[in-house]
């Protein structure tokens, strides 16, 4: 797929160095979507990418509206942005409109037979279509836009073209939606500054998986660390996005009226094979009569599931792990999560709330963020309740959440 000189052709790979370099090609993809934070530079970059990567003749980007609930073109590879301008597509009326309102993927051979397809968009943009991939631009189960190429330039679009397009419209989606938060937000140079070391570190082996003469074993274990450095950088922009949307009042919390303990149980359910791996032993201590709380379910999950994790993460191996629940009068409920692990100093303590705050001992001994705590604490001050934690190094920790019952 990609010739030795960076140019991308169409015939389909096979060999697994063939896929390496288009995986490779992709990190870089993903690397240059996340270098600026300019829409419109954005938008080009993904349009003459979908371009490229199908061979098709055009490709345009259309952006959901959400208060007028219609798609809007927002860049072509073949007309100025200025001719986009007023071309508004009603999702019911169009090709785009059908793969917006059912988040589906859709490969069109001949647009003329196909009754989705309304020649007033072509004939609106002046490009007569043949034929067209469209793919939904989704993140964090939200709709973006959709993204699409017209016209192969030779045969027909095909699955891998279609697969390509999918893959691009999912990082192109988190790139906007960045983009968007970053132009409203003031965290922007922070989380720059972090997204520096894994775009480094991934930059540094790509580099290496370029030289010749890698034996197989070699070139397996640059692929993993691309990937690893990957899952962290989508882990770090959803967590980020999550945490903007929490500090910006975004975030629609839905509150319901459920029994923690079961929430707590099913918590531990998720982590449990992780406890067993670490061979660490797990205590609970949940009263037996402990209050429902009315709150939103979810949220609380996300919290119990974080506090979890760390005590997982930065415990020893053979460690314990205490889960306590109990109520506080008749309107509170504290739940403890207490572990045998690295623990913390008190200068640490004092970050540990901070954005990206990761202590050097907890990063000698495990992957994260840093954002997991920042969540936490939004979430539950969100809900009326607050955290306190105790630590000692080399000792453990116990974090402790309290809870109102019932929302102010
Ligand atoms: N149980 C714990 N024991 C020791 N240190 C902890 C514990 N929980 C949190 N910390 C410290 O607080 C830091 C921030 O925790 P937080 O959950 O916010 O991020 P993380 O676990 O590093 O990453 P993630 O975003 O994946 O949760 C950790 O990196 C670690 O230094
Ligand atoms: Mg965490």
Redesign the pocket.
């Known amino acids: 797929m990609i010739a030795m000189d960076g140019e991308l052709r169409r015939d389909t790979p096979t060999d697994p160095g063939e896929m390496l370099m288009i995986y490779q090609k992709f990190i870089d993809i993903f690397k240059d979507l996340a270098s600026t934070f300019d829409l419109d530079t954005i938008l080009r970059k993904i349009i003459h990418t979908a371009k490229d990567l199908t061979s098709a003749e055009a490709a345009s980007i259309l952006l959901y509206d959400e208060p007028n609930q219609g798609l809007h073109f927002a860049a072509m590879t073949n007309a100025s942005k200025e001719a986009l301008l007023h071309t508004m597509v009603v999702p019911k009326e169009s090709l785009a409109g059908w793969v917006a309102t059912n988040r589906e993927s859709v490969i069109v051979e001949d647009v003329h037979q196909d009754k989705r397809w309304f020649t007033n968009v072509s004939k609106k943009i002046d490009f007569p279509t043949r034929n067209i991939i469209a793919v939904p631009m989704i993140t964090q189960n939200t709709l973006i836009g959709v993204l699409e190429v017209l016209n192969k330039s030779s045969g027909t679009f095909d699955l891998q073209d279609q697969g390509f397009l999918e893959l691009l419209g999912s990082q192109a989606a988190v790139a906007i939606n960045n983009t968007r938060l970053f132009q409203q937000s003031d965290l922007i140079s922070e989380l720059v500054h972090e997204l520096r070391t894994p775009l480094g570190s991934m930059s540094t082996v790509a580099y290496l998986l370029q030289r010749p003469g890698l034996s197989d074993d070699q070139r397996l274990s640059l692929a993993q660390t691309i990937q690893q450095e990957t899952e962290r950088l989508n882990?770090m922009a959803s967590?980020y996005l999550d945490f903007a949307r929490l500090e910006s009042g975004r975030i629609f919390f839905r509150a319901t009226t459920f029994n923690l303990a079961d929430l707590l149980a099913e918590c531990i359910e998720i982590v449990r094979s992780k406890i067993d791996h670490e061979n660490q032993t797990l205590m609970i201590d949940i009263e037996p009569q402990l209050s429902s709380i009315e709150a939103d379910r979810e949220k609380i999950k996300q919290v119990i599931l974080?506090f979890l994790?760390?005590?997982i993460?930065?415990?020893s191996r053979h460690g314990r792990i205490e889960v306590k629940a109990h109520n506080l009068g008749k309107n509170q409920v504290q739940v403890s999560?207490t572990?045998t692990?690295?623990?913390?100093s008190p200068d640490?303590l004092q970050h540990?709330f901070e954005r990206f705050?990761?202590?050097s001992?907890?990063?000698a001994v495990?992957?994260?963020?840093?954002?997991?705590?920042?969540?936490?604490k939004q979430i539950i001050e969100a809900h009326g309740g607050s955290i306190r934690v105790n630590?000692e190094v080399n000792l453990?920790?116990t974090?402790t959440m309290l809870l109102p019952t019932t929302l102010s």
């Open positions: 882990q967590d974080n994790s760390n005590a993460k930065y415990n999560f572990d692990g690295i623990g913390m640490d540990l705050f990761r202590s001992n907890a990063v495990a992957d994260g963020t840093g954002l997991g705590l920042s969540i936490c630590s453990g920790s974090f």
